[in-house]
């Protein structure tokens, strides 16, 4: 009797509280913050923040409220966080998504509501294709387009056959399909393996090994790409079978990967040595705020998010229900991104350059990520015509 | 053929693996009667301890060796402090103890090492790999894995079937009150039992880091196999739970190895290679569910109450 009395007290007390006025911008930001993959929904949460810092805590003039919501890596916690962010906080913009399998179980939600949804990493064919929304954009690719560019780079250098190990989702099977989309020479094997709980991959590696594949290609984000290496590595492999990677090697992996890591050439759309201003002012100032700590691809992609709403909200004098006309504001992709190049294709997904990416030493002898060169320029994802939008 | 070997070889290390943790889960479980789900904190911690020894101390054996003898005595501390007051309750009062502490644990980890992991590099003559028959090269660290993991399993044997304190254990594991009875210092033997299971899991995850990474929640999953391997072989049997973490070992890696081929015979390809890792990681639940089904004790269930 008691409790249900203080329930009453607390529901009553909530439903006291003024409404938000609409003179604030409300972010929902759903990503991963706990678990092993807790240390990329970090990065994004850091590079979000060092964007909200540059334009000042404030866009258009208005305070930035942002709730950030852990999603645990798991597809029905992020739907549940996506539709307590869009039905109770009522928020103008939902950014964040890591996992392609979450996003895909988020994004009805968003997109029924007519609430904008920015995925500033998950890139699921879906997205660009079928389920291609008004609502919904994109700050960093579709999942085929960083694997396709790995294959272009391997008909370049006269790869003969590979053996493909991905992850069993929504990811890891369009990451897949992106290298045998522009790989020119034999898929000799096509292995897939339990995500996220799988982490011993001796089986796979035994058959790539004991297969004719004159190359690997993986695609591991997190924890599981250190683990991959270190095992390609320890089974003596990385002696006899060049690997190729998307999404495996980047600045968070590269400390526990260490000499690992050397020679194994990485596909991306933002490394952090790319010369345009911005990106240099983004890498300084995320030192100085994080000490000790490096940005990545999924903290830039955050960031970016943070301008393209700042664009749409600047665009329509703040008056936030005018959602027509910041969708075509955000069309536009009016904003300086730190990748540099940057367009929207009709359904929402950038057309940018991917680079080649190495691993070298840094001047202070720790590893870290570099531009070798541009492998393709002005690349649309190949999804798009399957989209409604014209 | 050499391909089955190699698999072969595989299944039986991370069988044994999974034997090093499923020893000292069944044997504070069929002893003590004590559910334990902390075990995978434990761990954990032998992965955390060793990365943080082996970095200081620059010896691959000496610090893991130091990381096991941190883990017994984290294992004694714990069981002094916090479980002997829970042997009197329930299951369910256990189990929500034990997952307390997996909390407890991971945020003590996180505290002290941060969120990112750590790494534990092997030494270079580990990461060689080794010809075992000709045309067939193994791994060598994993090959050190099998032949640790066979050393400690025949000393356990030894222990439990040819010493005083072995026999106590197993009388112990078929009647506690007896033992007690007849004037055995039991809180002893269970802080011994106890600090002997951790020390095992706390072997397992060291020696298992340097293959994963050593990440917070790192013991969570793989309990969960420990527990069916406990259940596959008995409660309380030590050699139950060698025989099920072998086959548990094996099936899951053969599985995983030879599936995907077998089903690509009666599927599509796009179809098969969806559905072979999800039929794999299906395979020791049914093992589970048939062994059940025709002996609920397990395998080799320890002696009758």
Same mark, same amino acid.
């Given at each position: 009797?008691?409790?249900?009395?203080?329930?009453?007290?607390?529901?009553?007390?909530?439903?006291?509280?003024?409404?938000?006025?609409?003179?604030?911008?409300?972010?929902?930001?759903?990503?991963?913050?706990?678990?092993?993959?807790?240390?990329?929904?970090?990065?994004?949460?850091?590079?979000?923040?060092?964007?909200?810092?540059?334009?000042?805590?404030?866009?258009?003039?208005?305070?930035?409220?942002?709730?950030?919501?852990?999603?645990?890596?798991?597809?029905?916690?992020?739907?549940?966080?996506?539709?307590?962010?869009?039905?109770?906080?009522?928020?103008?913009?939902?950014?964040?998504?890591?996992?392609?399998?979450?996003? !895909? @179980?988020?994004? #009805?939600?968003?997109?029924?509501?007519?609430?904008?949804?920015?995925?500033?990493?998950?890139? /699921? $064919? %879906? &997205?660009?294709?079928?389920?291609?929304?008004?609502?919904?954009?994109?700050?960093?690719?579709?999942?085929?387009?960083?694997?396709?560019?790995?294959?272009?780079?391997?008909?370049?250098?006269?790869?003969?056959?590979?053996?493909?190990?991905?992850?069993?989702?929504?990811?890891?099977?369009?990451? !897949? @399909?992106?290298? #045998?989309?522009?790989?020119?020479?034999?898929?000799?094997?096509?292995?897939?393996?339990?995500? /996220? $709980? %799988? &982490?011993?991959?001796?089986?796979?590696?035994?058959?790539?090994?004991?297969?004719?594949?004159?190359?690997?290609?993986?695609?591991?984000?997190?924890?599981?790409?250190?683990?991959?290496?270190?095992?390609?590595?320890?089974?003596?492999?990385?002696?006899?079978?060049?690997?190729?990677?998307?999404?495996?090697?980047?600045?968070?992996?590269?400390?526990?990967?260490?000499?690992?890591?050397?020679?194994?050439?990485?596909?991306?759309?933002?490394?952090?040595?790319?010369?345009?201003?911005?990106?240099?002012?983004?890498?300084?100032?995320?030192?100085?705020?994080?000490?000790?700590?490096?940005?990545?691809?999924?903290?830039?992609?955050?960031?970016?998010?943070?301008?393209?709403?700042?664009?749409?909200?600047?665009?329509?004098?703040?008056?936030?229900?005018?959602?027509?006309?910041?969708?075509?504001?955000?069309?536009?992709?009016?904003?300086?991104?730190?990748?540099?190049?940057?367009?929207?294709?009709?359904?929402?997904?950038?057309?940018?350059?991917?680079?080649?990416?190495?691993?070298?030493?840094?001047?202070?002898?720790?590893?870290?990520?570099?531009?070798?060169?541009?492998?393709?320029?002005?690349?649309?994802?190949?999804?798009?015509?399957?989209?409604?939008?014209? | 053929?050499?391909?089955?070997?190699?698999?072969?070889?595989?299944?039986?290390?991370?069988?044994?693996?999974?034997?090093?943790?499923?020893?000292?889960?069944?044997?504070?479980?069929?002893?003590?009667?004590?559910?334990?789900?902390?075990?995978?904190?434990?761990?954990?911690?032998?992965?955390?301890?060793?990365?943080?020894?082996?970095?200081?101390?620059?010896?691959?054996?000496?610090?893991?060796?130091?990381?096991?003898?941190?883990?017994?005595?984290?294992?004694?501390?714990?069981?002094?402090?916090?479980?002997?007051?829970?042997?009197?309750?329930?299951?369910?009062?256990?189990?929500?103890?034990?997952?307390?502490?997996?909390?407890?644990?991971?945020?003590?980890?996180?505290?002290?090492?941060?969120?990112?992991?750590?790494?534990?590099?092997?030494?270079?003559?580990?990461?060689?790999?080794?010809?075992?028959?000709?045309?067939?090269?193994?791994?060598?660290?994993?090959?050190?894995?099998?032949?640790?993991?066979?050393?400690?399993?025949?000393?356990?044997?030894?222990?439990?079937?040819?010493?005083?304190?072995?026999?106590?254990?197993?009388?112990?594991?078929?009647?506690?009150?007896?033992?007690?009875?007849?004037?055995?210092?039991?809180?002893?033997?269970?802080?011994?039992?106890?600090?002997?299971?951790?020390?095992?899991?706390?072997?397992?995850?060291?020696?298992?880091?340097?293959?994963?990474?050593?990440?917070?929640?790192?013991?969570?999953?793989?309990?969960?196999?420990?527990?069916?391997?406990?259940?596959?072989?008995?409660?309380?049997?030590?050699?139950?739970?060698?025989?099920?973490?072998?086959?548990?070992?094996?099936?899951?890696?053969?599985?995983?190895?030879?599936?995907?081929?077998?089903?690509?015979?009666?599927?599509?390809?796009?179809?098969?290679?969806?559905?072979?890792?999800?039929?794999?990681?299906?395979?020791?639940?049914?093992?589970?569910?048939?062994?059940?089904?025709?002996?609920?004790?397990?395998?080799?269930?320890?002696?009758?109450?």
């Amino acid at each position: 009797m008691k409790k249900a009395f203080w329930l009453a007290g607390a529901m009553a007390l909530a439903l006291a509280q003024p409404a938000t006025a609409a003179d604030s911008v409300k972010i929902g930001f759903v990503s991963t913050f706990s678990g092993p993959t807790a240390v990329i929904g970090n990065d994004m949460r850091n590079s979000f923040e060092l964007a909200l810092d540059h334009l000042g805590r404030k866009i258009d003039g208005k305070p930035v409220e942002v709730i950030y919501e852990d999603d645990q890596q798991k597809p029905d916690v992020g739907k549940q966080k996506t539709e307590k962010l869009v039905q109770s906080d009522k928020v103008d913009f939902i950014v964040g998504y890591i996992w392609s399998n979450v996003l !895909l @179980a988020s994004l #009805k939600t968003a997109v029924d509501s007519k609430t904008f949804l920015i995925s500033a990493n998950a890139g /699921p $064919s %879906q &997205l660009a294709g079928e389920l291609c929304s008004p609502y919904v954009f994109s700050t960093s690719w579709q999942n085929d387009q960083t694997p396709a560019a790995m294959g272009l780079y391997m008909n370049q250098k006269g790869v003969k056959s590979v053996f493909l190990i991905g992850p069993n989702y929504a990811a890891g099977k369009d990451m !897949l @399909a992106g290298v #045998k989309s522009t790989f020119k020479g034999e898929v000799v094997g096509e292995e897939y393996t339990v995500w /996220p $709980s %799988q &982490l011993d991959f001796s089986a796979e590696l035994t058959k790539a090994r004991n297969s004719t594949a004159e190359s690997i290609f993986v695609f591991y984000p997190g924890a599981a790409g250190v683990q991959f290496l270190n095992q390609y590595a320890q089974a003596g492999i990385k002696a006899q079978i060049p690997l190729y990677t998307a999404f495996t090697v980047d600045e968070l992996s590269l400390p526990l990967q260490k000499d690992n890591a050397i020679g194994i050439p990485g596909a991306q759309e933002w490394v952090n040595d790319l010369p345009n201003a911005e990106n240099k002012k983004f890498v300084e100032d995320y030192h100085k705020k994080y000490p000790g700590l490096r940005p990545t691809y999924y903290g830039a992609q955050a960031y970016d998010a943070a301008q393209l709403i700042n664009s749409a909200v600047v665009a329509v004098k703040g008056d936030l229900t005018k959602k027509d006309a910041m969708k075509a504001e955000m069309e536009k992709a009016n904003f300086k991104s730190l990748r540099g190049p940057f367009k929207y294709g009709n359904n929402h997904i950038p057309i940018q350059n991917f680079y080649l990416q190495d691993v070298v030493k840094d001047a202070d002898g720790q590893l870290s990520l570099k531009t070798v060169a541009t492998i393709v320029k002005d690349d649309q994802d190949k999804f798009h015509d399957k989209c409604s939008m014209k | 053929m050499y391909l089955v070997v190699e698999q072969l070889l595989n299944g039986l290390q991370f069988g044994l693996l999974l034997f090093l943790l499923a020893a000292g889960l069944t044997l504070v479980f069929g002893i003590m009667d004590f559910v334990n789900l902390a075990h995978g904190s434990l761990y954990m911690m032998g992965a955390y301890f060793a990365a943080t020894f082996v970095a200081w101390t620059g010896s691959f054996v000496l610090g893991a060796l130091l990381a096991l003898g941190a883990t017994l005595l984290l294992g004694i501390a714990l069981e002094y402090v916090a479980l002997r007051h829970l042997y009197g309750r329930d299951h369910l009062d256990q189990v929500l103890a034990t997952f307390g502490l997996i909390l407890f644990f991971n945020d003590a980890v996180r505290l002290i090492w941060g969120p990112a992991g750590l790494a534990l590099p092997l030494p270079a003559w580990l990461t060689v790999p080794v010809q075992i028959i000709p045309g067939v090269y193994y791994p060598a660290y994993r090959l050190m894995i099998i032949v640790v993991a066979l050393a400690v399993a025949a000393m356990l044997y030894l222990v439990v079937m040819r010493t005083r304190v072995g026999m106590l254990i197993r009388a112990g594991a078929s009647n506690r009150e007896m033992i007690g009875a007849l004037g055995i210092n039991i809180k002893l033997l269970f802080t011994l039992v106890f600090g002997l299971g951790a020390a095992l899991a706390g072997l397992a995850g060291l020696m298992q880091a340097p293959i994963l990474t050593v990440q917070i929640g790192m013991g969570e999953n793989i309990l969960i196999l420990a527990f069916v391997i406990i259940v596959i072989g008995g409660i309380g049997s030590i050699r139950g739970a060698f025989m099920a973490a072998l086959f548990v070992g094996i099936i899951d890696t053969m599985g995983r190895a030879f599936l995907p081929d077998l089903l690509r015979k009666v599927l599509s390809g796009a179809a098969a290679s969806t559905a072979a890792p999800a039929l794999s990681s299906m395979l020791i639940y049914l093992l589970m569910a048939i062994i059940l089904v025709l002996r609920p004790e397990g395998l080799f269930p320890a002696a009758k109450r």
